[in-house]
Every structure is written in C-alpha cells, then in structure tokens.
C-alpha cells in the first residue's frame, strides 16, 4: 500500500501537468460509470433508452479535454465549460459534467488574476440569487426555489469559496515567506554593520595604542643611532659594538612591525564590501610570480589539475601561499621547488626551500609558529595529514644543507 501511495505521489500526481491530466482522466472515468449505470437526464428525466444515454458521452469528452488547460487558461476554460454543460442540458445533463464544471471553478479560483476571479464572483452571486428568485416567480413554489438556490450553492459558490480560500492560504505562505527573507536579510546586515564597527575600533586601537608606541621606539632607537658619539670610540668599533647591534636589531625590529601594523589596519578598515571569488590553485602563477619578485628562486611542477572541490582547492592555495611567505622570510634569496601531484584520492603538496647560499636558515627566534599551525587545521579539517621539518639536502652530513620541506594530502573523494 505504501509503494501504490508512494507511486500515486511521484508518478501520477509528480507534476502540475501530470496532476491536471489525471484529474481530467478520472473525472471521464467517473462520467461514464455513472452514464453505464443510468444516472444521466438530471434535467429531463431517466432516459430509458441504453444507447441514447450516450450521448451523454460527448460532452463529457468534451468537457473533459477542457480540463487540461484549467491551469494555463483558467477563464477560457471555464467560459468553454459553461457552453458545454449548456449543451449537455439540451441533452438530459449529467453528473459526469457537473463534477467537470466544478472542477473548472475551483481551478479558475485558484489560478486567474485577482480582477477576474472578482468578476466570475459578482457574476456567481447574479446566478445564484437570480435563479431562485425567478424559479419562485414562475412556479410560485417555495421548494423548487430553495432546491435550486441549494443546487446552485453547491455547483457554483461551493467551489469559488474552496478555490478563494486555498488561494488565501498560499498567498499567505508566501507573504510569511517573503516576510522571514526580508528578516534573515536585516539579520545579515545589522550582524555585518555589527561586524565593521568592530573591524573599525580594532583598527583604530591598533594605530592609537601600538602603532604609536612602535613609532616612539622606531624615532627613538634611529635618533640614538645617529647621535653624536653613539658607539665609544672608533667608527668601526662602533659600528659592531653589542650596544649599537642590539639598537639596530631593536629599530628593524620596530619598523617591520609597523608595516605589519600597517597593513593588518587597512585590512580591518577595508571591510568586506567587495566581493571577491576564493582564492584556488589556478591563481597560483601570480602567488609564484610574487613570491620570486620577493627573491626566490622558485621551481614549479604543476600537471593538469582537475575540477577539485571547493574547500580542497582553497586550502591547498592557501597551504602554498603560507609555505612560500614562510620561505620569503627564512630564505630570502633561496631555491624553492614546489611540487603538486593530484590522483583520484588525493592532491599532494611539497614545498622545499633552501637558503640563500643553498642553504636553509633557521627560522627568527622571532617566529610564532602560528603559520604551520593555520597549515595544519586547514589540512587536518579536510581528513588530511600535515607535516613540515627538516631534511637532508645535498649533502646529509652537513648541517648547511639541510632543507625545510612542507607536505601536505588532501583528501578528494571524501569532501565531494
């Protein structure tokens, strides 16, 4: 029972064309077992005859084929329903018709424009006080006027009101619909001026509080460095005094970090107005081309790299980008060789780097360390494995040649 509902749902009843089909297939169906057993001559009475009960037979045809533009034309057909029940009146009327035209009524409440839909009911209430009240003039009977003001009801204002209301409720849905959009939007906004405000106060705590302070001792160690007599004695023994080296450590430190400063400001302060596409491993020739503007020497083995999904392709751009800023910092001047080899499973990365001379440098003391961490979350989130150390280079008894090597695998297949 469960499958034939489930079939009834999909198959028969899956799309509006479907549903105005077999609604239009099982009003015939009704129609003519209702014309087989006789119950056809509403008007005019039983029809004793067995073949000229079907006549019957073609307007319901009719009417019926009418139903499968209800959706579409929902006045026209209507209109054109109404001539052919006229007609199968001139013929003894049927139930098989009535049951189409109510159909037709319900679907142009439903689905005709709001001034039509007004006119068909100015035009149903004409009918259904009119005829009553002339049935009662003519025959002076209360009862045929109260049966045909109740027949009238149930042909005609039964399926306008049911159509009007199912229509009400949709319009309804909708108006709720638009109404939590509307509200998720506001929620978005007023969580992203939330968010620039704060961006805004950050920045300008930053450049009020360390900004200013990293410039004081920048002005202050440049104006002992230049002072006169800094450094006792000779201009050489000055120049590579520990107090003249540890001032000059203390201003590169000073100045590097206000152009770190810098930059993390006007990144608060740009906000997120601008919408830019993730970065991916086809923008890698220009993350290549920066990295030996800065002075690497960098080697590229790059094959054709298929379609990856999203959260792999960033996070394999932005493993290489941490890898080659890192290298730019550690081994300026250095060879570096990236490696990316993609199979079905997978996306590798290797980035290699030696220093300056062709050897690798040892990180500043200086270092957090929170760049290979990023590298490592990025890579772990995905199912993936990280690793970066030291190895042997050239020469795996000395120590100069030893080089710094990041891998990474991203798995494919498990993040589609």
């Known amino acids: 029972m469960a499958a034939l509902a489930r079939w009834w749902r999909t198959s028969v009843r899956g799309t509006p064309r479907a549903r105005d089909v077999s609604d239009a297939v099982l009003t015939l169906a009704v129609g003519l ?26 307007p319901l045809l009719a009417i019926c084929a009418v139903m499968l533009g209800k959706r579409r034309r929902p006045v026209l057909t ?24 109510i159909d037709l009524i319900h679907a142009t409440a439903l689905y005709a424009g709001a001034a039509a839909v007004r006119r068909i009911e100015s035009a149903v209430a004409v009918v259904a006080i009119g005829t009553p009240t002339v049935v009662f003039v003519v025959t002076g009977q209360v009862q045929s006027a109260v049966s045909a003001a109740l027949t009238l009801v149930a042909v005609l ?28 939007r506001l929620s978005a906004l007023r969580e992203a001026e939330v968010v620039h405000e704060e961006r805004t106060r950050m920045a300008r705590d930053l450049h009020d509080a360390l900004a200013g302070n990293l410039s004081a001792i920048a002005i202050h160690t440049e104006a002992a460095l230049t002072a006169p007599g800094a450094g006792d ?27 770190e400063m810098r930059a993390m400001i006007l990144l608060l ?56 800023t890192n290298a730019s910092r550690h081994a300026r001047g250095g060879d570096v060789e ?13 980035v290699t780097s030696t220093g300056g001379s062709g050897t690798a440098r040892r990180p500043d003391p200086g270092g957090t360390g929170i760049g290979l961490l990023t590298m490592r979350e990025r890579a772990e989130a995905l199912g993936g494995t990280f690793e970066a150390g030291w190895v042997a280079g050239a020469d795996p008894g000395s120590r100069d040649h030893q080089l710094w090597r990041v891998r990474a695998t991203l798995p494919i297949e498990e993040t589609r």
């Open 233 to 259: 004695g000779s201009r050489d023994h000055a120049s590579t005094s520990p107090e003249r080296r540890a001032l000059e450590a203390i201003r590169a430190a000073s100045v590097s970090s206000l152009e």
């Open 78 to 101: 209507l209109a054109v329903g109404v001539v052919i029940v006229a007609v199968d009146a001139g013929l003894g009327g049927s139930l098989g018709t009535m049951v189409a035209l």
């Open 33 to 58: 077992a209702l014309i087989a057993v006789g119950l056809v001559g509403l008007w005019s009475g039983p029809v004793a005859d067995d073949a000229g009960r079907w006549w019957a037979a073609l």
């Open 157 to 184: 204002v039964t399926p306008l009101w049911w159509g009007r209301s199912v229509r009400q409720q949709a319009e309804l849905a909708q108006l709720a619909s638009a109404r939590a959009a509307d509200l998720e």
């Open 338 to 350: 990236l490696v990316v080899d993609v199979d079905g499973a997978a996306l590798r990365l290797q």
């Open 269 to 324: 302060r740009s906000g997120d107005d601008e919408v830019r596409s993730p970065a991916r491993l086809s923008e890698l020739d220009d993350l290549v081309a920066t990295a030996r503007a800065g002075g690497l020497s960098v080697q590229v083995r790059l094959p054709d790299v298929p379609p990856l999904p999203s959260a792999v392709d960033q996070a394999a751009y932005r493993i290489v980008q941490e890898s080659l």
